[in-house]
């Protein structure tokens, strides 16, 4: 996921995906503790995603607070 894609999402948006990728992201280590994970690169592609949404929805509160 890049940035300018989440940059274009609402704070709605946001937040949905970051509910998304939390999940995944718990998923993801059961397989890990259970010896099923098939792709470990997505382990640090989905924490790298979660902090990326993170940053961005801080931003864009500080902004509206900024502006507002």
Do not use: P
Not at 18 to 33: G, I, Y
Not at 34 to 49: F, I, P, Y
């Amino acid at each position: 996921m890049k940035s300018a894609d989440v940059r274009a999402m609402t704070a709605d948006e946001l937040a949905d995906k970051l509910a998304e990728l939390k999940k995944e992201q718990f998923s993801l280590r059961f397989q890990a503790a259970t010896g099923q994970l098939e792709n470990s690169a997505r382990v640090r592609q989905v924490r790298r995603d979660i902090a990326r949404i993170k940053t961005i929805a801080a931003e864009k509160a500080n902004g509206a607070k900024a502006q507002g």
